[in-house]
Each structure stands twice: as structure tokens, then as C-alpha cells.
């Protein structure tokens, strides 16, 4: 009963390495989301999907970049670490249609120094 | 620009009392949903409310929305202590979903 994966679940950066946060989903749900929450905050939006071949920004893309191949994995690629991108960063997917469940990946926890 | 609110941002409550947590939104929305938190983890769905009207109970939680009124509330009946978290209102409008800051509840015996 996998549901969102994310991998790593932690990692240190340093400044202007770039790396991928990796999610996939077993539900075959067609929207996938990416979010961050920074500390004693709520989440917020940087990019989602609503199927294969198909990203829109968020609230907050800037820094990131992502990619839908499939239905079930929509990597988050961080280019040009910056302290300012230290944050937890959760995965989601969820159903097409409102009112449909949104599920949340256990997260990653990434440090930029 | 839709925007939430969540009032209170700190709650400290005593086993057994009632308490409500409030969530304003500044635009038309077409969904409202409630999540719990515990530190360190994940998010976990509570409630999904898509009309004004819409109340929904989970044990000692309900949620209620009032889409003229732009707000939301999860009322807490006779807490205890497993319900310590941290609890999210997000408000949805078409594929944008934003998150109020958080009501960190703090449950005491």
C-alpha cells in the first residue's frame, strides 16, 4: 500500500549544487503536486500536474523546474541551491475533479549551506 | 489573489473542553479541506467540504463551511490529548490550493 513516495527522505546541499527530489504514486491518480512548507508555516504551491506531458506553476516556481513522463512520477529538479530553498518538500496526487482526496507523500526534508 | 486565513495560530486547551478553529478566505472557492500534522510527518486528510452548507463529522472533530461567509470551522468537542497537532485549512479554486498558516494545538491533561 505505497501510495506518494518521495526520495530522499533528507540532504544537505551546498550552495548552487543542483539536485532532483524524486515522487511517484501507485494510485494512478492524474494530478501530482509539488509543495513546500517552511518552518511554523502552511504549505505552498510550486508546481503541479494534470496529467503526462502537462506542468503549470504554483504559488512559488521560481528556483525549480519539474517534468510529468508518466502518470505516476513528477521529479522536482532544484537548480542553483539557495539557503532560501531550505525547506520540507512534500509530494501529493490526487484524482481529476474537486472534492476528490488529496495525498501527501511523508516528505523531504532538504538544507541548502 | 485567494488568500486563508486561520485563527487561532496557537491553541493551548485543557482535556475535555470544546474549542473551534477558524478559517477565513478572501475569494470564491469551489473546495475546502481540513488537515492534521503531527511534527515531523506528513499530512493527513481530514475533511473535504466542496458546498455552503457542508458539515462533516469525525469523532470528537466537525467541520462546517459557509461559502457567503467565506469561512470554515473545526470545532472540537471534549478534546484529548491525541488530538495535539497541527491543523491546515487549504482552500481550492480550480487547480490553486492555498494553505493557512496552521493552528498548532497543544492538548493538555
Known amino acids: 500500500n505505497a501510495g506518494v513516495t518521495q526520495t530522499p527522505k533528507f540532504r544537505i546541499l551546498k550552495i548552487g549544487q543542483s539536485m532532483t527530489l524524486q515522487c511517484t504514486q501507485d494510485m494512478n491518480h492524474n494530478y501530482m503536486y509539488w509543495y513546500r512548507q517552511d518552518p511554523g508555516m502552511g504549505l505552498k504551491l510550486i508546481y503541479y500536474s494534470v496529467g503526462a506531458g502537462i506542468t503549470d506553476k504554483g504559488e512559488v516556481p521560481n528556483g525549480y523546474n519539474v517534468s510529468r513522463s508518466t502518470t505516476e512520477d513528477f521529479p522536482l529538479r532544484l537548480e542553483l541551491a539557495a539557503p532560501s530553498q531550505t525547506s520540507v518538500y512534500f509530494c501529493?496526487?490526487?484524482?481529476?475533479?474537486?472534492?476528490?482526496?488529496?495525498?501527501f507523500g511523508e516528505g523531504s526534508w532538504l538544507t541548502v549551506v | 489573489e485567494l488568500k486563508v486565513e486561520q485563527n487561532p495560530l496557537f491553541l493551548s486547551m485543557q482535556e475535555g473542553k470544546n474549542y473551534t478553529i477558524y478559517c477565513n478566505y478572501s475569494?470564491?472557492?469551489?473546495?475546502l479541506y481540513w488537515y492534521r500534522q503531527d511534527p515531523g510527518k506528513s499530512l493527513e486528510s481530514l475533511f473535504v467540504l466542496l458546498s455552503n452548507g457542508a458539515v462533516k463529522q469525525e469523532g470528537r472533530l466537525m467541520a462546517s463551511l459557509d461559502t457567503k461567509a467565506r469561512l470554515s470551522t473545526l470545532h472540537i468537542t471534549a478534546a484529548v490529548h491525541d488530538l495535539s497537532a497541527t491543523y491546515f485549512c487549504?482552500?481550492?479554486?480550480?487547480?490553486?490550493?492555498?494553505f493557512g498558516a496552521g493552528t498548532r494545538l497543544t492538548v493538555k491533561p
Open positions: 487549504a482552500v481550492g479554486r480550480n487547480n490553486d490550493m492555498r
Open positions: 475569494t470564491t472557492s469551489d473546495r
Open positions: 501529493a496526487s490526487s484524482l481529476q475533479g474537486t472534492g476528490n482526496t488529496i495525498y
